[in-house]
């Protein structure tokens, strides 16, 4: 079924409900998908003795709302917009990708701005899932234009050829001498996760908005913000290390290996258990400066809405001269939720 533009397998959703034999389902969804959220929920309604909307934050495949759906007696989840993350999910869960059903807007962005990137003839490509149904199409129009377009097969978390995460590159980071350049298609924030990783020039394509565009002065202005925070959090004593339960966030022992080495240097360190990460109750935890083993991206998009340092744990190595920052930065380590 088309549902706003994306398509949504409802009739698979039917077969799911009837095979798992739910009564009570929690339909999860991004913000981008709310509505059709709702639509779903219609559709399903005779189906169910119970379907529900999680009001709650969907950040990806690793934010599934298992918490929120025991807690209501639910039978699974109908999470809506991202591909399979876990390899086993700790309830019955389905992913409805709602994959964009017209190119039109991705093929239009890419002719227009083929400019940009000019000079480049070998490029890693990779896409959202929301744009993947159209990827041979992006390859023959740049090929088209003298540019050929190189993909990588998937490791996990990635569960297609050409798919990206704004966590999870390493399928074009592995690309990196066979190519002079990466173009990912879906937005900016997808864009920038793999500029970060890479010394290679990154661009990315928003079909929505219509814009073609390279990251290199946005990534330099932004590590350098970082280092900045790195200092700052030398001088803090007393340090937080925050920990979500959300089941693809939740990394445990990388906590408490952190808690060791801050308290080996000295530190005190306090393991903080969240659900969705509350910048506002870290102002008030009295704590200095955190180290966020959660989501990735929390330090990078979520840094400013918090005066106090939000370290990656490979900046949490670099403040605690266990790792080189020009080890660090620009490589696959920096983005690595692990010590």
Same mark, same amino acid.
């Given at each position: 079924?088309?549902?706003?533009?994306?398509?949504?397998?409802?009739?698979?959703?039917?077969?799911?409900?009837?095979?798992?034999?739910?009564?009570?389902?929690?339909?999860?969804?991004?913000?981008?998908? *709310?509505?059709?959220? $709702?639509?779903? =929920?219609?559709? +399903?309604?005779?189906?169910?003795?119970?379907? #529900? /909307?999680?009001? %709650?934050?969907?950040?990806?495949?690793?934010?599934?709302?298992?918490?929120?759906?025991?807690?209501?007696?639910?039978?699974?989840?109908?999470?809506?917009?991202?591909?399979?993350?876990?390899?086993?999910?700790?309830?019955?869960?389905?992913?409805?990708?709602?994959?964009?059903?017209?190119?039109?807007?991705?093929?239009?962005?890419?002719?227009?701005?083929?400019?940009?990137?000019?000079?480049?003839? *070998?490029?890693?490509? $990779?896409?959202? =899932?929301?744009? +993947?149904?159209?990827?041979?199409?992006?390859? #023959? /129009?740049?090929? %088209?234009?003298?540019?050929?377009?190189?993909?990588?097969?998937?490791?996990?978390?990635?569960?297609?050829?050409?798919?990206?995460?704004?966590?999870?590159?390493?399928?074009?980071?592995?690309?990196?001498?066979?190519?002079?350049?990466?173009?990912?298609?879906?937005?900016?924030?997808?864009?920038?996760?793999?500029?970060?990783?890479?010394?290679?020039?990154?661009?990315?394509?928003?079909?929505?908005?219509?814009?073609?565009? $390279?990251?290199?002065?946005?990534?330099?202005?932004?590590?350098?913000?970082?280092?900045?925070?790195?200092?700052?959090?030398?001088?803090?004593?007393?340090?937080?290390?925050?920990?979500?339960?959300?089941?693809?966030?939740?990394?445990?022992?990388?906590?408490?290996?952190?808690?060791?080495?801050?308290?080996?240097?000295?530190?005190?360190?306090?393991?903080?258990?969240?659900?969705?990460?509350?910048?506002?109750?870290?102002?008030?935890?009295?704590?200095?400066?955190?180290?966020?083993?959660?989501?990735?991206?929390?330090?990078?998009?979520?840094?400013?809405?918090?005066?106090?340092?939000?370290?990656?744990?490979?900046?949490?190595?670099?403040?605690?001269?266990?790792?080189?920052?020009?080890?660090?930065?620009?490589?696959?380590?920096?983005?690595?939720?692990?010590?």
């Amino acid at each position: 079924m088309l549902i706003n533009g994306y398509k949504v397998e409802v009739e698979l959703a039917r077969d799911w409900i009837k095979e798992n034999r739910v009564k009570r389902v929690l339909v999860q969804a991004p913000p981008g998908l *709310r509505n059709v959220a $709702g639509k779903l =929920v219609e559709e +399903l309604s005779s189906n169910l003795e119970e379907i #529900l /909307l999680h009001g %709650g934050g969907c950040w990806g495949g690793c934010d599934l709302a298992v918490a929120h759906a025991r807690a209501i007696g639910a039978g699974g989840i109908i999470h809506l917009g991202h591909a399979r993350f876990l390899d086993e999910d700790p309830m019955p869960v389905l992913y409805l990708e709602c994959r964009r059903a017209d190119p039109e807007p991705l093929l239009r962005s890419l002719e227009r701005g083929m400019s940009v990137l000019d000079g480049h003839r *070998r490029i890693g490509l $990779g896409m959202t =899932v929301q744009w +993947l149904d159209h990827l041979e199409q992006a390859k #023959l /129009l740049l090929k %088209g234009c003298g540019v050929i377009t190189l993909t990588g097969p998937p490791t996990r978390p990635l569960r297609y050829e050409g798919q990206v995460l704004g966590c999870a590159y390493q399928p074009l980071l592995q690309l990196s001498n066979k190519i002079d350049g990466y173009l990912v298609i879906g937005s900016r924030f997808h864009g920038l996760g793999l500029g970060l990783q890479t010394e290679k020039p990154t661009y990315y394509l928003d079909p929505e908005l219509g814009v073609l565009d $390279g990251l290199y002065a946005e990534v330099e202005r932004l590590l350098r913000s970082r280092y900045g925070y790195i200092e700052r959090a030398q001088e803090a004593r007393k340090m937080g290390i925050i920990v979500s339960i959300k089941p693809g966030q939740l990394r445990m022992q990388c906590a408490m290996k952190l808690k060791r080495l801050l308290e080996g240097a000295g530190r005190r360190a306090e393991i903080l258990i969240m659900d969705d990460v509350s910048m506002e109750m870290l102002r008030d935890s009295g704590l200095e400066a955190f180290i966020n083993t959660a989501c990735p991206r929390l330090s990078i998009e979520d840094q400013a809405r918090i005066e106090l340092p939000l370290l990656l744990p490979a900046e949490a190595l670099i403040m605690l001269g266990r790792a080189r920052w020009g080890e660090v930065v620009r490589s696959p380590r920096y983005l690595a939720m692990e010590v």
